[in-house]
């Protein structure tokens, strides 16, 4: 079955440290986003990216990093310099129908 | 800039009442519009989506929601709502006809349903 893989489903991150989320799409999608879900904050995005190669900041993108070297991956890195990383953390794609956004089940990231 | 919002953070219903939930909008071109579904610990499903045509737009699981250009509402709507309906909804805007895929969310509404 297609979809989006998000790994692992839970992390924890020590101080200091930086953490990488996975995002794997077998969709054949061209574009792919990170979101931040914080209770009653809906959902702000932190980074997209619409082709392999490029990527744009998003609205929170301080603290965050992302690569897309092949289609179908998007890792989102977690840096030290994000203080407040404890969040539930969404990947997205688009495809063909540019407006419609497919969800992974999500990864929740708390600090130890 | 587009901007999203649904009145009302929680919202809670007798099983077999009427859900309605709220979405506002503001946008500079004329917007797609979309409600998801969320359940606890689990990624956003499409529920249904407004780009063009009839205004009225029935989605998955008997919910439906109404375009109102004047009004620039779109509200979520089911008849008779069920247990399995509690969630979470959110209702999210896009630019029609761009390059620009980017959503934005509103803070979404939590549905209750009570037995």
């Known amino acids: 079955d297609g979809g989006i893989t998000q790994s692992p489903k839970y992390l924890f991150r020590k101080e200091g440290q930086n953490v990488t989320l996975s995002c794997e799409q077998n969709?054949?999608?061209?574009?792919m986003y990170w979101y931040r879900q914080d209770p009653g904050q809906g959902l702000r995005l932190i980074y997209y990216?619409?082709?392999?190669?490029?990527?744009q900041k998003g609205d929170i993108a301080e603290g965050y990093s992302v690569s897309r070297e092949k289609k179908e991956s998007f890792p989102l890195t977690v840096t030290s310099a994000q203080k407040n990383p404890t969040a539930f953390y969404l990947c997205?794609?688009?495809?063909?129908?540019?407006?419609?956004?497919?969800f992974g089940a999500g990864t929740r990231l708390s600090v130890l | 800039a587009q901007s999203v919002t649904q009145l009302g953070s929680h919202v809670s219903v007798s099983e077999g009442a009427l859900v309605l939930l709220r979405c506002n909008y503001s946008s500079s071109v004329p917007p797609y519009l979309f409600w998801y579904v969320q359940y606890p610990n689990q990624g956003l499903q499409l529920l249904l989506k407004?780009?063009?045509?009839?205004?009225l737009v029935k989605g998955i699981n008997g919910f439906e929601a109404e375009f109102k250009k004047s009004e620039t509402s779109f509200h979520l709507t089911k008849p008779s709502a069920h247990m399995s309906d509690a969630a979470e909804y959110f209702c999210?805007?896009?630019?029609?006809?761009?390059?620009?895929?980017?959503?934005?969310f509103g803070k979404g509404t939590l549905l209750t349903v009570n037995p």
């Open positions: 407004y780009t063009t045509g009839a205004t």
């Open positions: 969709l054949n999608h061209d574009a």
């Open positions: 990216s619409q082709i392999v190669n490029d990527f």
């Open positions: 997205a794609s688009t495809g063909p129908a540019k407006n419609i956004q497919y």
């Open positions: 999210a805007v896009s630019e029609s006809g761009g390059s620009n895929y980017k959503l934005t």
